[in-house]
């Protein structure tokens, strides 16, 4: 199956990306699916007033988690807005009640952060090139947001893993990520010939 992450800020456009790219992908004939961010579900129903401990990050990272793993075994792939190298990012300066707990919590975020790059097969990094706009869901103000996106890319490039940018209207983004994986030669490793094909 193949895996692909989108890293950003919040604000960048992952979410417009994803669906996008689920959809091409689905009209191309691959069974493919689109892993949605827990983390907006869990802000709807509690408020972004309850994501302000590290340990909250991690449950909701657990739950993240669960998703990918539950995506049909025989699809082809998914693409995820929200994937597991973010967490850490987000949890490691919140509070704990003692250094105990901040130890115990940063460790599980940042061995997600490190395990997620042998699962993902493209780590996508979506540009910035709109407005942010400020939904009710996010923490961030844009300048920080913009930080983020900075940090995010700095960080994975610093532990030696690899990631592609992408730019341009939506319609520009999805094609260059699927020629990336054609390039690559991932599409056609791992996706099946599709039954029109004979």
Same mark, same amino acid.
């Given at each position: 199956m193949l895996r692909i992450a989108?890293?950003?800020? /919040?604000?960048?456009?992952? &979410? &417009?990306?994803?669906?996008?790219? &689920?959809?091409?992908? +689905? &009209?191309?004939?691959? +069974?493919?699916?689109?892993v949605p961010e827990y983390a907006r579900e869990f802000i709807d129903e509690w408020g972004r007033d309850a994501i302000t401990r590290a340990s909250t990050v991690l449950l909701i990272a657990y739950r993240q988690m669960g998703r990918e793993h539950k995506v049909n075994p025989s699809a082809d792939g998914f693409v995820t807005d929200s994937p597991l190298i973010? /967490?850490?990012?987000?949890? !490691?300066?919140?509070k704990c009640d003692? #250094?105990? #707990?901040?130890?115990?919590? %940063?460790t599980r975020l940042y061995k997600m952060f490190t395990r997620a790059f042998?699962?993902?097969?493209?780590?996508?990094?979506?540009? !910035? #090139?709109?407005?942010?706009?400020e939904d009710g869901c996010r923490f961030q103000t844009e300048k920080e947001a913009r930080a983020i996106d900075i940090e995010v890319v700095n960080e994975i490039r610093a532990h030696g893993y690899g990631v592609i940018e992408v730019s341009g209207t939506t319609d520009e983004r999805v094609n260059r990520v699927i020629d990336k994986? %054609?390039?690559?030669?991932?599409?056609?490793?791992?996706? /099946? !010939? +599709?039954?029109?094909?004979g």
């Open positions: 989108l890293v950003a800020g /919040p604000g960048a456009g992952k &979410t &417009t990306l994803a669906n996008a790219l &689920t959809a091409k992908l +689905k &009209t191309m004939g691959y +069974k493919w699916y689109n973010l /967490p850490w990012f987000y949890g !490691r300066d919140m003692n #250094e105990a #707990e901040k130890y115990l919590v %940063i042998l699962d993902y097969d493209l780590v996508v990094h979506v540009k !910035r #090139e709109k407005d942010y706009v994986l %054609i390039v690559s030669g991932m599409l056609a490793k791992k996706l /099946p !010939r +599709k039954a029109s094909d």
